[in-house]
T-cell receptor
Framework: DVKVTQSSRYLVKRTGEKVFLECVQD?????MFWYRQDPGLGLRLIYF???????EKGDIPEGYSVSREKKERFSLILESASTNQTSMYLC??????????????FGPGTRLTVL | GNSVTQMEGPVTLSEEAFLTINCTYT??????LFWYVQYPGEGLQLLLK?????DKGSNKGFEATYRKETTSFHLEKGSVQVSDSAVYFC????????????FGAGTTVTVRA
């Protein structure tokens, strides 16, 4: 089974802090994604990556950056956290290889609160 | 652009009731369609999917049929259980969009004993 893990389930930070959210997948997937989930808005794509060192902006990249130095790890960075970034953050991965190229596998999520 | 619209919740049902969650989509091309489920305190899990018109996805008693003529992918279950209480998301992906997922807003379902 594909396993996607996220470094924290719950995180509380102060406004202005730099925040790192880590995601690791164990299935050698090329593609990794960061979403935020807010009530009534579903999931919105922040950034994604199709390979090491590559990154692409999603629909709501403002206030975020990402890093992918290794294939299995994709980090989301909030350079200066703000209260409107309080949300659930979900990481996902997928592969262009095999029969399920269109299926993404999700981690358990990190609930971030910015005070 | 590509988008998904699903019925608003919350939906509250009694055990053994019939569940339908409507989902319609707008897409350029022929998307793959998905239902993901999120149980309380967890991430999203793939519930079922369909990749072409008239395909039926099924899993855990849930079914959805890809209807190209009505651009719909409604989720149904004939007899729900308390353990089906969750948030359900309809989504689509397209090769032309490099398989990025576009999600609906989610529907919260609560099943009471």
């Amino acid at each position: 089974d594909v396993k996607v893990t996220q470094s924290s389930r719950y995180l509380v930070k102060r406004t202005g802090e730099k925040v790192f959210l880590e995601c690791v997948q164990d299935m050698d997937h090329e593609n990794m994604f960061w979403y935020r989930q807010d009530p009534g808005l579903g999931l919105r794509l922040i950034y994604f990556s199709y390979d090491v060192k590559m990154k692409e902006k999603g629909d709501i990249p403002e206030g975020y950056s990402v890093s992918r130095e290794k294939k299995e790890r994709f980090s989301l960075i909030l350079e200066s956290a703000s209260t409107n970034q309080t949300s659930m953050y979900l990481c996902a991965s997928s592969s262009f290889r095999g029969p399920s190229t269109d299926t993404q596998y999700f981690g358990p999520g990190t609930r971030l609160t910015v005070l | 652009g590509n988008s998904v619209t699903q019925m608003e919740g919350p939906v509250t049902l009694s055990e053994e009731a019939f569940l339908t969650i409507n989902c319609t989509y707008t897409a350029t091309g022929y998307p793959s369609l998905f239902w993901y489920v999120q149980y309380p305190g967890e991430g999203l899990q793939l519930l079922l999917k369909a990749t072409k018109a008239d395909d039926k996805g099924s899993n855990k008693g849930f079914e959805a049929t890809y209807r190209k003529e009505t651009t719909s992918f409604h989720l149904e279950k004939g007899s729900v259980q308390v353990s089906d209480s969750a948030v359900y998301f309809c989504a689509l992906s397209l090769p032309s969009a490099l398989y990025k997922l576009s999600f609906g807003a989610g529907t919260t379902v609560t099943v009471r004993a």
